[in-house]
């Protein structure tokens, strides 16, 4: 079982729609929870950065940290076709510095 | 402010030879690690330097090294390439060591022949 499981889609929505992107992980060490966007060969870009459980919002974005479940998640809102990317979600345990990454979600916004 | 910046951007390789990337942090960063993102298995960390000493390492064999230069810049070596050797290898760099937060550079697409 990898520490960090997460559904490489493809996922595709119209544009506007709510989009909602999850990760699930076993180690409970984890504190620290990540989400990247990466677009085709290119390098991923950190969106959203939270620590132990909680929400946090930025624009559009929304991360969710639920540490009891185990689960983590990112919705868009408003979803434009410059979303069309993979969203990689990541995590790190306290002063562990290595970063343990989902496999990556590809998400497609129609216009 | 610059981001993080590594070259070259592309390399070509034969199996058993010997490559170098490099990578520059972000201005007043002096942590730099070193991801594998390998077709069909993710990314997966390889290194991290900070302060010009290695302090962890990935699940890589030995002729995957590297090193840190007092400016903070890094080198990644790769001795007797392999063909799953072939992969986009990413450098990150972060304000201090133990703060999380690791922005990436644009990467380096090695292929091995």
């Known amino acids: 079982q990898k520490e960090v499981e997460q559904d490489p889609g493809p996922l595709s929505v119209p544009e506007g729609a709510i989009v909602s992107l999850n990760c699930t992980y076993s180690?409970?060490?984890?504190?620290?929870f990540m989400w990247y966007r990466q677009y085709s060969r290119k390098g991923p870009e950190l969106l959203m950065y939270?620590?132990?459980?909680g929400n946090k919002e930025d624009g559009r974005f929304t991360a969710q940290v639920d540490k009891s479940s185990k689960y983590i998640s990112l919705f868009i809102r408003d979803s434009q076709p410059s979303d069309s990317a993979t969203y990689l979600c990541?995590?790190?345990?306290?002063?562990?510095?290595?970063?343990?990454f989902g496999a990556g979600t590809i998400l497609r916004v129609k216009s | 402010e610059a981001g993080v910046t590594q070259s070259p951007t592309h390399l070509i390789k034969t199996r058993g030879q010997q490559v170098t990337l490099r990578c520059s942090p972000i201005?007043?960063?002096?942590?730099v690690y070193w991801y594998q993102q390998a077709l069909g298995l993710g990314l997966q960390f390889l290194l991290w330097y900070d302060e010009g000493e290695e302090r962890n390492r990935g699940n890589f064999p030995p002729r995957f090294s590297g090193r840190q230069f007092p400016n903070y810049s890094s080198e990644l070596n790769v001795n007797a390439l392999e063909l799953e050797d072939s992969a986009l290898y990413l450098c990150a760099s972060s304000l201090v060591a133990g703060l999380n937060e690791q922005f990436f550079g644009p990467g380096t697409r090695l292929t091995v022949l």
């Open positions: 180690n409970s060490a984890f504190q620290y």
């Open positions: 990541a995590m790190s345990m306290e002063y562990g510095n290595k970063l343990v």
């Open positions: 939270t620590y132990s459980s």
């Open positions: 201005s007043g960063h002096t942590s």
